[in-house]
């Protein structure tokens, strides 16, 4: 049985049940594919001038690396693609950090092949959607609201709700622990998608008869070891 079948199923047992259905989705390389996002200021760092001057060779190096090649770590990036120059290296972080979060890279977020699609047709069969994400409102809020809205995702209904961090300094997990109580009156839980394994234990633990998804895309390294029943989801897209 294909994804889209599972959850068509589901959302009308639940339904039918007498429950309404809660879908928990992440959104930074769960949803969304950060590559993009990630290529995108790594490039807009080399084509400064004094970049261009003090860094020839590992410009040149970036230039030929493509977007599919991104890593999680900017360094691990680097290191792929045979670039080991430490002050390189340091600045074009620092860059990466200044601009990663910040509005004008978030409009031009990409979602992966067939997740648009999914969560639609989890949208239009009752499932109320909860963007659960690590980003926060003051400074990435603008633009996450619109970017979804761009790409497509359901976003201004009753059955759409964000929930982002208040406070961008607070620990993610910590943050999506806390905000699990926001989800729970929404209705029955039936499954949550999430690309890093401690975020959706902490799920997993809250809600032990909803699906789990590990979106096993880019996460932080050395994740745990995932439990049991966590089910490894590579594509949403239909084969």
Wanted: overall charge negative.
């Amino acid at each position: 049985m294909s994804l889209f079948e599972t959850f068509q199923r589901r959302i009308e047992e639940t339904r039918t049940g007498g429950e309404q259905p809660v879908i928990i989705f992440d959104l930074d390389d769960t949803l969304i594919d950060c590559r993009h996002r990630k290529h995108r200021v790594i490039h807009d760092f080399i084509k400064q001038s004094h970049v261009k001057e003090s860094f020839a060779l590992e410009c040149q190096l970036v230039e030929r690396m493509s977007w599919e090649n991104v890593q999680y770590r900017v360094l691990d990036t680097l290191a792929q693609e045979g670039i080991r120059n430490q002050l390189f290296g340091e600045q074009l972080f620092n860059f990466w950090r200044q601009n990663y979060f910040t509005y004008p890279y978030l409009v031009d977020d990409k979602p992966f092949p067939g997740a648009l699609e999914f969560v639609r047709h989890c949208h239009d069969l009752g499932a109320t959607l909860v963007y659960l994400t690590g980003r926060d409102i003051p400074g990435m809020g603008q633009g996450t609201f619109e970017a979804m809205r761009r790409m497509g995702f359901p976003s201004d209904d009753a059955r759409v709700h964000y929930i982002l961090k208040e406070d961008p300094d607070i620990n993610d997990l910590e943050f999506k622990v806390l905000a699990l109580n926001k989800v729970e009156p929404l209705g029955r839980v039936i499954a949550a998608f999430e690309n890093e394994l401690p975020n959706l234990h902490a799920m997993a633990e809250r809600f032990p008869d909803a699906a789990m998804y590990w979106r096993k895309t880019l996460y932080m390294p050395n994740p745990p070891e995932p439990l049991p029943h966590i089910q490894v989801l590579l594509h949403f897209k239909e084969t």
